[in-house]
C-alpha cells in the first residue's frame, strides 16, 4: 500500500473552480497528476448519480467545487 | 488622453498607446519571456510586497492575458541593446523591441471618465510608523496578503518575519475624516466594510485562533446587507470592534511588534500590543486624473473629485462628458457599477440616433447537416510551443489519439491557436468531413470561443466541439513529472473524444424582443428610468399607483446639497409628461404578467378598466416606505415625528418652530435591531439636514441627535462638521439601553444614558423626531411574484449579484431601482434608474436576442408531474404545460446551470451540451485504464 494513490474524480464549476484550476497553472502551482476534471456548466448540475458512477468505477475519492 | 477638440456628439480625442513591446496577436501568455527576463522588479500590483520580472504578466487575471515588457526598467532598453532574452526564447517571436507608441484620434459623441482613485499615502503622517516598520501595513498590502496570487501565496503572514500573527489590529479613517494637513476630510466610504472583511477573512485564513481588532470612530456599513455583514462578524466571528482615538503606533524591538496607545469610548487610556497593524487607508483623487480634468475643462470640487448635482450623478460641468466611480466621490463596488451603468444611459441618449449606424454583419457560413453520420472526430494536439510539447510527448498522445474509437484524423499542432493553424483546421474538417472536434490544448476558459468559430467557419455546429485541458491543468502543474503528464494528457483526450462522440448540434434559441419597456412605480427612480428609456427612442410605460408621479421626492424639501428636490421633480414630471414615447398610467397597478426576457405581457389596471401592454423589458421601481413607529409614543402628541412628516410640517408652517426651544431627533428607530437587522442608509444625514433647519429657523434652539453611529458617509460629513460647529448636541446611546420617551400632559422628555459620560441625561423637548426605518412595501411582494423576481429576508428585491450586477434580476429582462432594492438617497435612487434604462436598452436595441443553447429539455414521457423543477429553477424558466400538465422548460429564461436535473428524480430532465450521457462516458473514461 506504499505507493498507493487515489484516483481522484473533481467535478469543477466552469465559473469558479475550474477557473481557478485554470490559474493555477498560470502560477505554475504542481500538484500531483492523479486527479481528472468533469467541467460541469455549474454546481447545480452536480447529480449524485455521477458519484455514484464514478465510485462503481473504481474512483477513490470524489471532489465537487463550484 | 492627449488631447480633445470638438465638442458634445462629435468630439475628437488623441490617445496615445504605450508601446508594450510585446505583439499581443502573437503572444501565447507561456509566460517563457518572464521565466528567462534576468531583472527582478518590485511588483507594483502586489503593492511592493513581491517582485516580478521586468517582461511580466500585469497581474494573473489579466485580459487579454498578453505579457508586457516594462522598458523602464528592462535591461535591453536601459543599457542600449543588451540582453534580449526574451526575444530569444520566445517561442512565437512575439517580443518587438521595436515597438512604438501609437497614437490614435478616435471620433466619439460621448466620453466617461472613470480614471478610479489613489489611495491614501499614510507616509503623510508618522503617528501610524507606517514606512518604519514592515508589519505596519495599508488596507491594500493586506489585500495582497490575503490574496493566493499575492506576495506569500495567500498564507496570512506578516512582513517582517512571515509568520503568522496572532493579533492583528485594524486602525479605521487612516486619512479619512481627518482636519491634519495632507488627509481628507470626508469620509471614504467603503473602508470599515473592508476592514471588517479582511478581519473575517484573515481569521478564515488563520491556523491558530486570531485576535482581529478594529479601532474606529462609527462603525459605517450603511450599504446593503453590511450592517448584518457587521453584526455577523462581530457576533459569529468575534471580531473585536473598539471605540477609540488611536495616539500612536510605536514599534516593539525584540517581538517585531507594535505598540498601539489609545483613548477608549469612557476617555480611558488604554496599550496593547498587535503583531501587525492595517492602516484602512482612504480614497483620494490622483493627480493625473486632475490633470485629465484640465485638460478636459471640467469643474471639481474642493477635493478635486467631479463635480456634479444629486440629479444628474453622472454629468460633469461640461456637456457630454460624464463620470462613473469614484473619481465622482469615494464608493463602493455596486454603486460604481450602478454610475457606470447610469453614465452608459447618459452617454446613450445622446448617442441614440447614431445606434447601430457602425454595426457590421458577419458573413454566415452555411451549416452543414450532420444527422444520421456516424462520428468522425477530428483531433488536434497542441505543442503550445514548449509549453505543453516541452513536457507532455504530444506525438505519443497524436498516436494514442488515432486508437480511439470514431477518431478519423489526428494532427499535432505547433500552435493549435495560430492564425495559419486556424485556416489548415477549417480546410482539414471540410477535406475529411469530419464532424466532431477536439482540440488538446491550453483551457477552454481562453480559447473555446476561438475554436469554435473556426468550426463555424468550416459550417459545422459549434457545440460539436470539445476541448482537452492538456496546458493550464496538466503540462503547467505537472512539469516535474513528464511521465505523468504524458499519461493524463492522454487520459484527458480519451475523455474529451467520448464526450466528443455523444455532442449534438446545438440551437440557439431567437427570440424577437418587444421594442418597449415598462417601468413599476413613478418615483424619482422610475421617472428616471422611463426617461432614460425614452430618451434613447424606446416606447415607456409608466405605472403609477397614486394620482400624480414624484414618489417621496413630493414630500422632500432639499438633498444633502442644499438642492430644492421639489424644483427638480416639477421639472422632470413636466418632461415625463410632455415626452411622445412615454404613457403614464396613473392610479394603476399591474395585476397579472406573463412571458419573459425580450417578450412580456402585463395586465394594467386602473378602477375597473384593465389594458394588457406588450414589452421587452420590465423595469421595477417600487419604492419603500418610512416606518410608523410603534415606540417613542409615536402617533399620541403632535410634536412627536417621523422624518419625512417634520420636512411637511416645516415647509408648510416654519413660524410653528421659531418658539420651540429644545429639539431631540433619535437615530435607528426600527433600524439595527433584531426585528429589522440592515440600515436605513439615509437617516443620519436626513436628521442632521433637519436639525440645520431648524437652527436656521432659531439659531437658539437647542438641538440634540440621540444616534448609535453617525453615518454621514462620503462627503456628508461636511454636514456633520458643520452641524457640531453650530453646537448641535450628538448623544450616543446603545440598543442595550435605548432612549425613553415621557409624554406627560403636553410635555416631552427624552431620557437617555449618554455612552461617553456613561450618565443619564434628561432633556425637556418640544420636538422630537424620529428617524424611521425604510420598510419595503407590500406591492414589491406581490410584483416578485407576477415577474418571478427573488426578495432577501428584510423585503427588499434582490440583484443577480451583490456587486457586479447592482440592477438586474437572476430573470432575464427584469431590473430594478431605487428604494425597492435597499434604503439609498436620493442621487443614488437617480443613478440605479439610469442604470436600470441603459441595462434596459442593452436588450431593446438588440432587436433579436440569441439565448445559449445550453439549456434543460425535458422528455414528458418520464414526468411525474411532481414539480421539483418549477420550485427549484431560480430563473423562472420551468412550469407546468397546461395542456399536458407535464413540466417544460422555456430555453429562453433557462441558464443551463443544471439545478433541475440534479433534483429531477424521474430522469425526465437532462442538459443539453452536458447530458447524463456525455458525463457517464468522461467519467468512465477517466477512470478506465
Known amino acids: ?66 | 488622453m492627449q488631447s480633445v477638440s470638438g465638442k458634445a456628439g462629435n468630439f475628437e480625442v488623441t490617445v496615445s498607446q504605450a508601446p508594450r513591446y510585446i505583439d499581443t496577436d502573437l503572444c501565447i501568455a507561456c509566460g517563457i519571456c518572464a521565466e528567462k527576463c534576468p531583472k527582478g522588479v518590485v511588483d507594483y500590483y502586489n503593492a511592493g510586497l513581491s517582485k516580478r520580472k521586468a517582461a511580466y504578466l500585469p497581474y494573473p487575471q489579466a485580459v487579454p492575458l498578453k505579457y508586457v515588457i516594462d522598458a523602464k526598467n528592462c535591461i535591453y532598453f536601459q543599457k542600449r541593446g543588451r540582453c534580449k532574452a526574451c526575444q530569444e526564447f520566445c517561442p512565437t517571436g512575439a517580443v518587438n523591441f521595436e515597438d512604438e507608441a501609437q497614437v490614435r484620434r478616435i471620433r466619439v459623441g460621448a466620453m466617461i471618465l472613470c480614471p478610479g482613485f489613489v489611495p491614501y499615502d499614510p507616509l503623510k503622517r508618522d503617528t501610524f510608523s507606517y514606512g518604519r516598520h514592515p508589519n505596519v501595513v495599508t488596507s491594500l498590502e493586506f489585500e495582497r496578503i490575503l490574496s493566493s496570487c499575492g506576495p506569500y501565496q495567500g498564507h496570512m503572514v506578516r512582513p517582517s518575519d512571515q509568520k503568522e500573527p496572532r493579533r492583528i489590529a485594524w486602525l479605521q479613517c487612516v486619512g479619512s475624516r481627518d482636519s491634519h494637513h495632507g488627509a481628507n476630510g470626508y469620509c471614504s466610504t467603503v473602508c470599515c466594510t473592508y476592514a471588517i472583511k479582511q478581519a473575517v477573512i484573515a481569521k478564515e485564513h488563520s491556523t491558530a485562533p486570531l485576535d482581529a481588532a478594529i479601532f474606529y470612530i462609527d462603525v459605517r456599513t450603511q450599504g446593503k446587507d453590511f450592517e448584518r455583514y457587521y453584526m455577523r462578524a462581530k457576533d459569529e466571528e468575534g471580531v473585536r470592534f473598539v471605540r477609540s482615538k488611536i495616539s500612536s503606533v510605536m514599534p516593539v524591538e525584540e517581538t517585531e511588534s507594535l505598540l498601539i496607545r489609545y483613548t477608549d469610548a469612557a476617555g480611558k487610556r488604554i496599550q496593547e500590543e498587535y503583531d501587525m497593524v492595517v492602516l484602512s487607508v482612504g480614497l483620494g483623487v490622483r493627480k493625473d486624473t486632475v490633470s485629465l480634468a484640465e485638460k478636459l475643462g471640467i469643474e471639481l470640487d474642493q477635493y478635486n473629485f467631479a463635480a456634479t448635482s444629486s440629479f444628474q450623478p453622472v454629468e460633469t460641468s461640461s456637456p457630454g462628458i460624464y463620470v462613473c466611480g469614484a473619481f465622482q466621490a469615494p464608493k463602493d463596488i455596486p454603486y460604481s457599477v450602478m454610475q457606470a451603468g447610469a453614465a452608459a444611459c447618459a452617454a446613450g441618449a445622446r448617442l441614440a440616433e447614431a445606434r447601430g449606424t457602425l454595426v457590421q454583419e458577419k458573413p454566415r457560413v452555411p451549416e452543414r447537416i450532420v444527422a444520421g453520420e456516424p462520428p468522425r472526430v477530428g483531433v488536434f494536439v497542441c505543442n503550445c510551443g514548449k509549453n505543453i510539447g516541452g513536457i507532455v510527448r504530444v506525438s505519443e498522445v497524436a498516436a494514442f489519439a488515432k486508437t480511439l474509437p470514431y477518431v478519423a484524423y489526428v494532427e499535432e499542432n505547433l500552435f493549435s491557436c495560430a492564425q495559419d493553424t486556424q485556416g489548415k483546421i477549417t480546410e482539414v474538417i471540410k477535406e475529411q468531413g469530419l464532424n466532431r472536434v477536439v482540440v488538446a490544448a491550453c483551457s477552454p476558459g481562453t480559447h473555446e470561443p476561438l475554436f469554435q468559430e473556426t468550426l463555424i467557419r468550416a459550417g459545422l455546429n459549434k457545440y460539436l466541439f470539445e476541448m482537452a485541458n492538456i496546458r493550464n491543468q496538466c503540462s503547467w502543474v505537472h512539469s516535474n513529472d513528464p511521465d505523468a503528464a504524458t499519461e493524463k494528457a492522454k487520459g484527458l483526450v480519451r475523455m474529451a473524444v467520448a464526450k466528443a462522440v455523444r455532442l449534438a448540434p446545438l440551437e440557439e434559441v431567437k427570440v424577437d424582443v418587444t421594442q418597449a419597456g415598462l417601468v413599476i412605480g413613478g418615483g424619482l427612480a422610475g421617472m428616471t428610468a422611463a426617461l432614460g428609456l425614452a430618451d434613447q427612442g424606446f416606447q415607456v410605460h409608466l405605472v403609477e399607483k397614486e394620482k400624480a408621479l414624484g414618489g417621496h421626492g413630493r414630500k422632500l424639501l432639499k438633498t444633502w446639497k442644499g438642492e430644492n428636490i421639489g424644483a427638480f421633480l416639477k421639472e422632470v414630471v413636466q418632461r415625463i409628461e410632455e415626452h411622445p414615447l412615454v404613457s403614464v398610467h396613473l392610479e394603476s397597478t399591474v395585476v397579472e404578467a406573463e412571458g419573459f426576457v425580450g417578450s412580456f405581457r402585463s395586465r394594467i389596471k386602473r378602477g375597473e378598466e384593465a389594458e394588457v401592454v406588450e414589452h421587452g423589458t420590465t423595469i421595477i421601481a417600487l419604492g419603500a416606505h418610512q416606518l410608523r413607529p410603534s415606540e417613542y409614543h409615536f402617533g399620541t402628541h403632535p410634536d412627536i415625528f417621523v422624518s419625512l412628516e417634520l420636512d411637511s410640517a416645516i415647509a408648510t408652517d416654519s413660524e410653528r418652530f421659531k418658539e420651540a426651544n429644545a429639539a431631540v431627533f433619535i437615530q435607528c428607530v426600527g433600524s439595527r435591531e433584531p426585528q429589522r437587522p440592515y440600515c436605513s442608509k439615509v437617516c443620519c444625514t436626513h436628521s442632521i439636514q433637519s436639525a440645520l433647519r431648524l437652527k436656521e429657523l432659531n439659531p437658539d434652539m437647542e438641538i440634540y441627535i440621540l444616534f448609535r453611529d453617525i453615518r454621514t458617509y462620503g462627503q456628508r460629513e461636511e454636514i456633520y462638521k458643520e452641524a457640531r460647529s453650530k453646537g448641535i448636541a450628538f448623544i450616543r446611546y446603545s440598543l442595550e439601553e435605548k432612549p425613553q420617551v415621557d409624554v406627560t400632559g403636553n410635555k416631552l422628555r427624552v431620557t437617555v444614558t449618554d455612552q461617553m459620560l456613561q450618565m443619564r441625561v434628561q432633556i425637556d423637548a418640544d420636538i422630537i423626531t424620529l428617524a424611521s426605518a425604510i420598510v419595503p412595501t407590500e406591492d414589491s411582494r406581490l410584483v416578485s411574484g407576477f415577474y418571478k423576481l427573488a426578495m432577501n429576508e428584510d423585503g427588499f428585491f434582490q440583484e443577480a449579484h451583490a456587486k457586479l450586477r447592482p440592477v438586474d434580476f437572476s430573470t432575464d429582462g427584469v431590473y430594478m431601482a431605487g428604494l425597492a432594492h435597499g434604503p439609498k438617497p436620493v442621487e443614488e435612487s437617480i443613478a440605479q434608474g439610469q442604470a436600470a434604462a441603459a441595462r434596459s436598452v442593452s436588450l431593446l436595441a438588440a432587436k433579436t436576442i440569441y439565448t445559449s443553447a445550453v439549456v434543460a429539455y425535458t422528455s414528458s414521457a418520464y414526468c411525474s408531474e411532481c414539480g421539483v423543477c418549477i420550485e427549484i429553477c431560480p430563473f423562472g424558466a420551468a412550469s407546468i404545460d397546461n395542456k399536458t400538465g407535464k413540466a417544460q422548460v422555456n430555453p429562453a429564461q433557462c441558464k443551463g446551470c443544471g439545478l433541475c436535473v440534479a433534483s429531477c428524480r424521474s430522469g425526465a430532465l437532462n442538459l443539453k451540451g452536458f447530458d447524463q450521457a456525455q458525463t457517464f462516458a468522461m467519467i468512465d473514461e477517466a477512470l478506465a485504464s
Open chain 1, 1 to 66: 500500500m506504499n505507493n498507493w494513490e487515489p484516483r481522484i474524480i473533481a467535478f469543477l464549476c466552469e465559473w469558479c473552480s475550474y477557473a481557478a484550476a485554470d490559474l493555477a497553472g498560470v502560477n505554475r502551482l504542481a500538484y500531483p497528476s492523479n486527479i481528472r476534471v468533469v467541467r460541469i456548466p455549474c454546481t447545480g448540475r452536480m447529480s449524485t448519480k455521477f458519484i455514484l458512477d464514478a465510485l462503481r468505477h473504481g474512483a477513490d475519492a470524489i471532489w465537487v467545487s463550484g
